[in-house]
């Protein structure tokens, strides 16, 4: 046993950030009234154990294989993934008009934490794709939705983004796929992409690709990029799917981790030009991609989530087994769990692994609400924080998923180096997650930019306020509590009036800051509240709020030092980086 | 180009740690001498670079192969091999009595550093291969030196230090392997060894090992564990080593890094009991090991800032040319090096490595004033103080390289991730040092318990002081560095009289504030001593201990907290354990 869905803290977070009240039948998340969380969690995770996590090894032992522009997934993944299909997981968040079942975001992510705990590499495929489902629901044409949506939504296919060309990552402005209109009012692609996660594969039938591309007459940088849908096969005269089209996969990379999901070079047109149509309109095609990026950079922070909670749960079995040592007090050898030293790193992982996940449900709760509340206000209101939490909930997570790993490899000791034990593969699969769907400086600096000096301030002084009210009310740790929140607001203070560039030299630690502000108050919160109500699980939470409170969120005011007082230190250092 | 030693750097460090006029004629560093530091560390750079490092990236594909209990290195290793040994570099450190050139432990860590930079996989044969030179110079009898110690300081023979068995790693005291004794006064050994690295390989004819065993009539635990020598080849009637002794390996481990090191399995006595000689005395096998365990661990220190080093060079060269977006001001597509959150990156990982440089240097030269200086106080108390920095330096540094190598890869952005471009193998690589030599928890423990509360005091007061007149004469940083340094006297000051498990509890973040105080101090230390030399790199050594006060040893206050306030959270959390 590697890893098991532990069901009682995602429906505890999950109910956390939800809100008291909101599952019930006249809430926000009626329906998921009268259990329906639960069972469907417990169904997530009945597939997770049982079909994918078997899977995730071989899946890192053979990998995604490549011939002749051919794909090949590792052996069991074509089984599973028509397990998939069929058991209807891919329809879940999808809207109701194409066959989705419209379920809201905050379940969507506790499933997606379970699926990518078992086997990130299998699950990043239909993580994507629901990022394609999202941004054609909201900018394709019927006439494409008809056609493409259903199929994607039901994973009879699966859908892909094309963003990144070797010249262009995250500067997506300086992209150069080139798009030509043709004379039946649909278009023709030209270039090369890279970095195409599912860019080929033998999971589906059909690939449909959702490709950024310029068109000749379009404006510089990223006013002038286009969205466009271009099918592995097009449709021929019977209504069927079978001329291929100008596009193929030239080869996969090899990479640190997630071998079992092959990432493609992509090209396309060099036959003749790859038949494409429009999504959304010309050179709006960032704005399309924007409107799926929350919800995936949501998706990538609930991997990292994922992978540290298989990662701690690793490392707790580990260190209860293995014994070394006598612990202080102890008459014989004690299992390694007893000595203070590994207390401390698996409290450090099972703490920030739990901060991260009430981070990222409150921000699905965040993306819930801005659709589903009937109060404009509350709507809005809550869109703004969905806004200002997404790059916290991905860095974050993803930084612990980082940190979790290898504290992992670091409690197995010489056996965490041994690729057999797979710890190992869990530090590698995870050490993307920092830099996928935006990097982590990325996040930090659209938080610091665009939600932190961008707006009017409100939504970050509403996140402020609540952490203080936590805090001021905290039976535990207040002090260190306290110290923590004004550190984030005297950091948040300075950050609104810096010039930029000593703004942006704080980004980093000011992102960190800011989560382990959230994270403490979140962890107290819930503590408080699995009190009130008896939670089994009170305990548990208690300490480790306690913990991360005293000694994880205790780094704040450095932090907060750092972002202050440290960023002329990097502005003004021009020989060491070699200028 | 993925490395070049920074020789300047190196040397700057070594004269620091030496201290004024060490290097003169008249000094405890007399053969360092004109130019001597400087023209070995020339010599070994020169051979790391042109034939160390090209073989680096074919360790890593390749790895090193088993097959029917013999090993083979990776292509071109051997050859390699060869040019080590006619160079004579295995022979610099060791004593001059069998071939060994006698040199201090601070140019030996020069080396060091340069050699695992370029190949570390290669490196940590005779980085091993020393501490066994050590126990045998320093325990062995004539007739084994004779034997065997002449031909392993040369190189024409490796040797291997067995300790760790499946059920004993950290714990020695578990061990099992049987020892008995045969009636020639020779011993036979029978026992599983694991994780022996170069246990076997076609590097050499014959392979030395060092193995720890216990007699059927020792005493329990750790006080009953002998040392024996046991020869892959005995010596025959002709004075040959031509009759196989009844040790061999079983298997290699797949392992997440260094894959040309073969790591083995090594099985003795399953034909009748392995030849063996005892080293040392009967039952003092422990202490004979701890002989060369500071050396050793200072190595393991040295190997981490090997890697970081390279890591922050290639990341410094990646972000200088890769082109994204517009750092503040620029008005065309920038370095990414000009943007603030690469710069900050890029500052901490170079900041990190030269206090870790620092550090390592700062140990090596109190190891050698042990054995150097003619005034037996002042020797006394450089032992006491390479024992005090031991555990610092080899936990800091591996910590570092696993922090700065995971940097090089964010750096890269979606680059990194790709094996192709060789951060990841960095990465993978360091992941073993904190791990082997005693993990890094097992140095803090070691810290604190025997270093911090076990002694008088006097060393580690002794170590404030030095940091207190650093930072109290500094022209920058100045509060931060006292804020820094009083951190860590009031952490200390705790543990000292704190009740064990507390203590315990609070080993790690101990271990990291000291590395910061002492890091932060040298470093400002070597900034002044770089302007008044009026040292062309002045300017650079002066942002790096800026950056370093300002924003790194800025979370010194944090730890303090979390050593004092935080342990309690530890030791008081059982539900979370699952107790």
Redesign the interface.
């Known amino acids: 046993m590697t890893y098991r869905a532990p069901l009682d803290d995602i429906v505890f977070a999950l109910r956390l950030a939800a809100g008291e009240g909101a599952m019930e039948a006249d809430g926000v998340y009626r329906d998921l009234a009268d259990g329906v969380a639960e069972q469907t969690l417990a169904e997530a995770a009945r597939f997770a154990e049982q079909v994918l996590l078997p899977l995730d090894t071989i899946g890192d032992r053979v990998g995604a294989t490549y011939a002749n522009g051919a794909v090949t997934t590792p052996p069991g993944w074509r089984e599973a993934y028509a397990q998939w299909k069929e058991g209807g997981w891919n329809a879940i968040a999808a809207g109701e008009d194409y066959g989705g079942l419209d379920l809201p975001a905050l379940l969507n992510a506790g499933c997606t934490e379970i699926w990518n705990a078992a086997n990130m590499a299998f699950a990043v495929c239909p993580l994507l794709g629901h990022g394609a489902i999202e941004a054609m629901e909201a900018h394709a044409s019927d006439a494409l939705k008809e056609a493409y949506l259903r199929r994607i939504v039901s994973g009879e296919w699966t859908a892909t983004m094309n963003l990144?060309e070797p010249g262009?990552?995250?500067?997506l402005g300086?992209m150069r796929t080139r798009a030509e209109r043709a004379d039946d009012g649909s278009y023709r692609l030209f270039g090369q992409k890279?970095?195409i996660t599912y860019g080929e594969h033998d999971l589906a039938p059909n690939i449909v690709h959702l490709v950024l591309a310029r068109l000749p007459d379009a404006p510089e940088g990223t006013r002038g990029i286009s969205l466009f849908l271009a099918p592995k096969f097009l449709p021929d005269e019977a209504g069927g799917f079978t001329r291929r089209n100008d596009v193929r996969c030239a080869g996969i990379?090899?990479?640190?981790?997630i071998h079992g999901s092959p990432t493609c070079t992509m090209i396309y047109g060099d036959q003749g030009g790859a038949v494409a149509y429009l999504v959304g309109e010309e050179n709006k095609g960032l704005a399309c991609m924007f409107t799926m990026m929350n919800n995936a950079r949501l998706s990538v922070g609930l991997q990292g989530v994922a992978l540290a909670e298989r990662a701690t749960q690793m490392a707790?079995g580990y260190a209860?087994e293995r014994?070394?040592?006598r612990a202080?007090?102890a008459k014989e050898?004690s299992a390694i769990?007893k000595?203070?030293?590994?207390?401390?790193?698996?409290?450090t992982m099972?703490?920030s692994t739990a901060a991260a996940r009430a981070i990222c449900y409150e921000t699905a709760a965040a993306i819930d609400r801005a659709h589903r509340d009937s109060d404009p206000a509350r709507a809005a209101a809550a869109n703004e924080r969905a806004s200002l939490l997404t790059p916290v909930a991905k860095s974050f997570s993803t930084d612990v998923a980082?940190e979790t790993t290898?504290l992992a490899?670091?409690v197995f000791?010489?056996m965490?180096?041994?690729?057999?034990t797979g710890v190992?593969q869990l530090?590698?699969d995870a050490?993307?997650c920092?830099?996928?769907e935006g990097?982590?400086?990325i996040q930090?600096?659209d938080l610091v930019t665009r939600k932190i000096r961008g707006g009017d301030g409100a939504a970050l002084a509403r996140e402020i306020d609540d952490m203080r009210a936590i805090a001021g009310e905290a039976d535990v740790s207040r002090e260190?509590l306290h110290e923590c929140v004004e550190a984030l607001a005297q950091a948040s203070a300075f950050l609104t009036k810096a010039e930029?560039?000593g703004a942006?030299?704080g980004?980093?630690?000011y992102l960190r800051l800011f989560a382990l502000a959230r994270g403490a108050t979140l962890l107290v919160k819930g503590a408080t509240r699995a009190q009130r109500e008896a939670n089994p699980?009170a305990?548990?939470y208690a300490?480790?709020a306690?913990?991360f409170a005293?000694?994880i969120a205790?780094?704040?005011?450095?932090f907060a030092?750092?972002v202050i007082?440290?960023?002329?230190?990097?502005?003004?250092?021009?020989?060491?980086?070699?200028?």
């Not at 990379?253 to 981790?257: I, N, P, Q, S």
């Not at 000595?339 to 698996?346: F, T, Y």
């Not at 205790?554 to 450095?558: D, L, T």
């Open positions: 990144t262009a990552g995250s500067d300086l890279i970095f990379e090899h990479k640190l981790g707790i209860r014994k070394q040592g202080p007090g050898t769990i000595h203070p030293d590994v207390a401390r790193m698996l409290l099972a703490s980082n290898s490899i670091q000791g010489g965490g180096y041994i690729e057999e190992a530090m590698r050490r993307i920092a830099i996928y990097t982590n400086g930090a600096i260190a930029l560039a942006l030299a980004a980093t630690p699980n305990a548990r300490e480790l306690r913990f005293e000694n205790i780094a704040a005011p450095g030092k750092s007082d440290g960023g002329a230190s990097v502005n003004e250092s021009h020989a060491a980086l070699g200028e």
